[in-house]
Nanobody, 119 residues
Framework: QVQLVESGGGLVQTGGSLRLSCAASGLIFSFYVMGWYRQAPGKQRELVASISSAGTTNYAASVKGRFTISRDNAKNTVYLEMNSLKPEDTAVYYC?????????????WGQGTQVTVSS
């Protein structure tokens, strides 16, 4: 059974930092593209950052230069380092694992962790 367990969310002031972690189990972690998504109240879920099995990263324009995604394949864990946080970063952050299998994406989601940035 695949599990993605996020941790590290919380309340922080504008300009502060947080580090999210997502521990994966039940899958061959190194095969998967790992990503962080977020969903603010009343808004659609959006991609924040992703990292391929080879370490290629991709960021949403709104977080580029402030957030850093990384992965440790030995620990089956992906991280999101968030700096210079803004109130608009407030959302539930979800970990995602996806892999292209035959003709579709096979993907899994974590339960989410709340990040609140106060002004």
């Amino acid at each position: 059974q695949v599990q993605l367990v996020e941790s590290g969310g919380g309340l922080v002031q504008t300009g502060g930092s947080l580090r999210l972690s997502c521990a994966a189990s039940g899958l061959i972690f190194s095969f998967y593209v790992m990503g962080w998504y977020r969903q603010a109240p009343g808004k659609q879920r959006e991609l924040v950052a992703s990292i391929s099995s080879a370490g290629t990263t991709n960021y949403a324009a709104s977080v580029k230069g402030r957030f850093t995604i990384s992965r440790d394949n030995a620990k089956n864990t992906v991280y999101l380092e968030m700096n210079s946080l803004k109130p608009e970063d407030t959302a539930v952050y979800y970990c995602n694992a996806r892999r292209w299998v035959v003709s579709r994406w096979n993907e899994y989601w974590g339960q989410g962790t709340q990040v609140t940035v106060s002004s």
